[in-house]
């Protein structure tokens, strides 16, 4: 059974910055991407960031720049580095385990609210 803890979330003003972290427990193949998406009220679910176990990522328009995300392969740990900080970030972030191809798993955490205050 796989299992995201999440942390880092909490409550920042305009231009501030946060990190938010996940460390992944359970069986766990070797190759996967790691990843955070966040929803907002009224919104859908949308992706982040991700970081596959090659170190490939991707990035929304609307972060890339500001945000960066790592990972660290030997705790199976991710990382969102989150700089300045704007209100439209607000949301709940959800921190993402992908696993398999053929046969594709996706896990998910409980989720970390994020507050930006102007």
């Known amino acids: 059974q796989v299992q995201l803890v999440e942390s880092g979330g909490g409550l920042v003003q305009a231009g501030g910055s946060l990190r938010l972290s996940c460390a992944a427990s359970g069986s766990i193949p070797s190759l996967n991407t790691m990843g955070w998406y966040r929803q907002a009220p009224g919104n859908r679910r949308e992706l982040v960031a991700d970081i596959s176990s090659e170190g490939s990522t991707n990035y929304a328009d609307s972060v890339n720049g500001r945000f960066t995300i790592s990972r660290d392969n030997t705790k199976i740990t991710v990382h969102l580095q989150m700089n300045s900080l704007k209100p439209e970030d607000t949301a709940v972030y959800y921190c993402?385990?992908?696993?398999?191809?053929?046969?594709?798993?996706?896990?998910w955490g409980q989720g970390t609210q994020v507050t930006v205050s102007s």
């Open positions: 993402s385990l992908k696993t398999g191809y053929l046969r594709m798993f996706h896990y």
